[in-house]
């Protein structure tokens, strides 16, 4: 199973450059990684990235991850992935940059 974290392109960068990351301020304050759900993922981009060009669509695969991934309720009552150690470089099984559009971000069919 894919998860998806969302990435404004400097935050992108500085996971290139610097091989782990603990997140965006908002993941570093809250102390965990947040990812979403292919279910999720794009009203977390509605939400918080609905002015961001350039976001970087990051996908990564569940059962490597193993404990430090707990399913948590947040928005609504969902349950969503919070990685509760740096996210690295090596986790990626996969990015995009998304184009940003009149209607939002364009997203690839996403499993």
Do not use: C, N
């Amino acid at each position: 199973m894919l998860i998806y974290k969302l990435f404004r392109p400097s935050e992108w960068d500085s996971l290139l450059r610097d091989g782990a990351t603990p997140g965006a301020p908002i993941d570093i304050a809250d102390g965990y990684v947040h990812f979403s759900t292919a279910d999720q993922v794009r009203e977390t981009a509605r939400r918080y990235f609905a002015d961001v060009e350039d976001v970087v669509l990051v996908a990564v695969e569940v059962d490597p991850l193993g404990e430090a991934l707990v399913w948590e309720p947040s928005r609504g009552g969902d349950l969503f992935p919070h990685l509760y150690r740096e996210m690295r470089m090596s986790d990626v099984a996969w990015h995009e940059i998304l184009p940003l559009g009149p209607g939002g971000h364009s997203f690839p069919e996403l499993a």
